[in-house]
């Protein structure tokens, strides 16, 4: 199983973005998939979740409103849509896969990773 990230840029406070992270493998429609972030100096957060299906998501307080995870089951990508950006946005954002399959938020559940994409919202 392979993640591909991609999306990510230098875009002005209140811009959009949208992030795709493409899957390889079979069996991508089984899988419940997430977004994190990593900022310099800070830990890895979560960022949004989906279900298998895509009817059930899951968001950060940080960006309710704001952000919308999103996927297509028959392209094998899960995508983030970023609106409204602020410069605490700025970090390396992660796709994953979670291992066990459950609708949830802690990055430890999550074996598969892609490799990162980098957002910069400047003020």
């Known amino acids: 199983v392979q993640l591909q990230a991609s999306g990510g840029g230098l875009v002005q406070a209140g811009g959009s973005l949208r992030l795709s992270c493409a899957v390889s493998g079979r069996s991508f429609s089984e899988y419940v998939m997430g977004w994190f972030r990593q900022a310099p100096g800070k830990e890895r957060e979560f960022v949004a979740a989906?279900?298998?299906?895509?009817?059930?998501?899951d968001h950060a307080e940080s960006v309710k409103g704001r952000f919308a995870i999103s996927r297509d089951n028959a392209k094998n990508t899960v995508y983030l849509q970023m609106n409204s950006l602020k410069p605490e946005d700025t970090a390396v954002y992660y796709c994953?896969?979670?291992?066990?399959?459950?609708?949830?938020?802690?990055?430890?559940?999550?074996?598969?990773w892609g490799q990162g994409t980098q957002v910069t919202v400047s003020s």
């Open positions: 989906i279900s298998r299906s895509g009817v059930m998501t």
């Open positions: 994953a896969r979670n291992s066990r399959n459950v609708f949830e938020r802690p990055s430890r559940w999550y074996d598969y």
